[in-house]
């Protein structure tokens, strides 16, 4: 059993920056990767950044490279979500989730979810 308890958010003016945790309990070498989706009002759960569990190699929706940075505290067990120059379009429910990919869920999608975390960002 695998628990994820998820923190951080808020609201920022655009151009900010936020961060997001994910304290991971039990363990998550049964999962290939793991990451942070978001869900904005009216629009699908789509994953935005992944990191593998065992090489640590860290994948990115082109709509969040270059300003997200996924990382993984092992000694901690936590996830964390780095988000600098924040724009609008980033408001959403954000999750932190096991079986993480890239973009739409597919094939049942994670197994485990943490609670969201409500990002608004201003204009």
């Known amino acids: 059993q695998v628990q994820l308890v998820g923190s951080g958010g808020g609201l920022v003016q655009s151009g900010g920056s936020l961060r997001l945790s994910c304290a991971i309990s039990g363990s998550t070498s049964d999962f290939h990767a793991i990451g942070w989706y978001r869900q904005a009002p009216g629009q699908e759960r789509l994953g935005v950044s992944c990191i593998t569990t065992s090489e640590g190699y860290k994948y990115y929706l082109d709509s969040v490279k270059g300003r997200f940075t996924i990382s993984r505290d092992n000694a901690k067990n936590t996830l964390y979500l780095q988000m600098n120059s924040l724009k609008p379009e980033d408001t959403a429910i954000y999750y932190c989730?096991?079986?993480?990919?890239?973009?739409?869920?597919?094939?049942?999608?994670?197994?485990?979810w943490g609670q969201g975390a409500q990002v608004s960002v201003s204009s």
């Open positions: 989730a096991t079986d993480c990919t890239l973009g739409s869920i597919v094939a049942g999608g994670p197994r485990y």
